[in-house]
């Protein structure tokens, strides 16, 4: 197993274009979830799905889409890039098994960089 | 509103000392409670998690971490830190399987740094 993959790793943006992040993962998992990682504020949740064709709001998701198409890839777009969506992001998924809540498993990140 | 507060941004330890990472949360009901680690350079990884039962939790490498429901904590710690704990550990809790809730909150983080 892969487990949870993303594309790309690094990527420099200008201000104003755009760009789609690629999140896989290949447990079979049916919860997903995009965050970003700033220094000093932790992880804040952006979007998350709980299943294939649905998305809800996390904590800070203006200035982001996203898109659940496959159960197995989670998509977080950004339509006009600014320098305040510089941050690495990590894609993370779940899967509840008989009520129990397992712990999320995470990709290695994309380290995004807007000039 | 639900949060997670972890009171040690950044620690610096000799080998061989011991470690105790404060984490307190907000949170109504029952919940699921969580420690990853981040090295360097690396994703987020799970050290332990609590969902119910014993309310010390042993995890990986040789960390434990204890819930306290009456003072909303969950504490990490370690009897003796080594060169290679030197990382990130972020704590984090989610609502229990019932409460229909399916987001985690994350503590802003502690830098843990181990002298040799």
């Known amino acids: 197993n892969a487990g949870v993959t993303q594309t790309p790793k690094f990527r420099v943006l200008k201000t104003g274009q755009s760009m789609t992040l690629l999140c896989a993962q290949d447990?079979?998992?049916?919860?997903m979830y995009w965050y970003r990682q700033d220094p000093g504020m932790g992880l804040r949740l952006i979007h998350y799905?709980?299943?294939?064709?649905?998305?809800a709001k996390g904590e800070v998701p203006d200035g982001y889409n996203v898109s659940r198409l496959k159960k197995q890839n989670f998509l977080l777009g950004l339509e006009s890039a600014a320098p305040s969506q510089t941050s690495v992001y990590f894609c993370?998924?779940?899967?509840?098994?008989?009520?129990?809540?397992?712990?999320?498993?995470f990709g290695p990140g994309t380290r995004l960089t807007v000039t | 509103a639900q949060s997670v507060s972890q009171h040690n941004h950044h620690v610096i330890l000799s080998e061989a000392a011991s470690l105790e990472l404060g984490c307190n949360y907000s949170?109504?009901?029952?919940?699921?409670l969580f420690w990853y680690v981040q090295y360097p350079g690396q994703h987020l990884q799970l050290l332990l998690k609590y969902f119910s039962g014993d309310p010390l939790v042993k995890g990986i490498k040789g960390f434990e971490a204890e819930f306290i429901k009456s003072k909303f904590s969950f504490n990490l710690r370690k009897p003796s830190v080594q060169w290679s704990d030197t990382a990130e550990y972020f704590c984090?809790?989610?609502?229990?399987?019932?409460?229909?809730?399916?987001?985690?909150?994350f503590g802003t983080g502690t830098r843990l740094k181990v002298l040799a």
């Open positions: 799905s709980v299943g294939e064709g649905t998305t």
């Open positions: 984090a809790v989610k609502g229990g399987a019932t409460s229909g809730t399916y987001k985690y909150i």
């Open positions: 949170y109504g009901g029952t919940v699921n």
């Open positions: 447990m079979n998992h049916e919860y």
């Open positions: 993370a998924s779940s899967y509840p098994l008989a009520g129990v809540d397992y712990e999320q498993y």
